[in-house]
């Protein structure tokens, strides 16, 4: 079945820092391909998605592109700020009955 | 506000106790969800609704037991609740289960505590 892989966090950066969180995805057919954001307390909020290959999706200076040949989404910013301390979803729909999600990725932001 | 709401947003109670959780969306989406989110553990989804027709229950315990009345509403009944049921109950809506497009919409969650 279909699955998403993310890399194992807690993932802890300096203010201004670059940032990079893998995701890997197996899928059949040509899904579409997002990355959601969970701040504390809160429910998931989508952050940006990218529905084909090569698609670049971006928001609030975050980038994420479909690179279908590695079966990839990772998530990049340069500089990251205290604000984006959060928990990343990357997470995949192919048509299926549900949205398929990674594991989540905490990210804290140091000042 | 995202669009979908759920109330409460925090709520205790004992294992003897029955109460409903309740989520709202004024979207138009057709589609409605439970997500159960436990500390260290991977989001799970608990059950899906489509027009009001449950179309995905997950070998969710009886324990809990979802409504759908129509489309904008949903709720999650609870009765003799455990320990380990405690966790954030996410609710999120779709267009429709199917639409990869436009993706999920998620509420803030309620905070379930069992004593």
């Known amino acids: 079945g279909d699955s998403v892989t993310q890399m194992e966090g807690p993932v802890t950066l300096s203010e201004e820092a670059f940032l990079t969180i893998n995701c890997t995805y197996t899928a059949t057919g040509y899904p579409s391909l997002f990355w959601y954001v969970q701040y504390p307390g809160e429910g998931l909020q989508l952050l940006l998605k990218?529905?084909?290959?090569?698609d670049k999706g971006s928001n609030k200076g975050f980038e994420a592109t479909y690179r279908k040949e590695t079966t990839s989404f990772h998530l990049e910013k340069g500089s990251v700020q205290v604000s984006d301390s959060a928990v990343y979803f990357c997470?995949?729909?192919?048509?299926?009955?549900?949205?398929?999600f990674g594991q989540g990725t905490r990210l804290t932001i140091n000042p | 506000e995202t669009g979908v709401t759920q109330t409460p947003r925090h709520l205790v109670m004992g294992m003897t106790n029955k109460k409903s959780l309740k989520c709202e969306q004024h979207l138009g989406h057709n589609a409605m969800y439970w997500y159960k989110q436990s500390a260290k553990k991977p989001l799970e989804l608990m059950f899906v609704y489509n027009f009001k027709e449950q179309t995905e229950n997950n070998s969710v315990p009886s324990r809990f037991s979802p409504e759908c009345p129509n489309s904008s509403h949903l709720f999650l009944h609870l009765h003799t609740l455990q320990p380990e049921d405690s966790a954030l109950y996410l609710c999120?809506?779709?267009?429709?289960?199917?639409?990869?497009?436009?993706?999920?919409?998620f509420g803030s969650g309620t905070r379930l505590t069992v004593v």
């Open positions: 999120a809506s779709s267009i429709n289960p199917r639409d990869n497009f436009y993706g999920y919409t």
């Open positions: 997470a995949l729909s192919s048509g299926a009955q549900k949205l398929v």
């Open positions: 990218a529905t084909k290959a090569d």
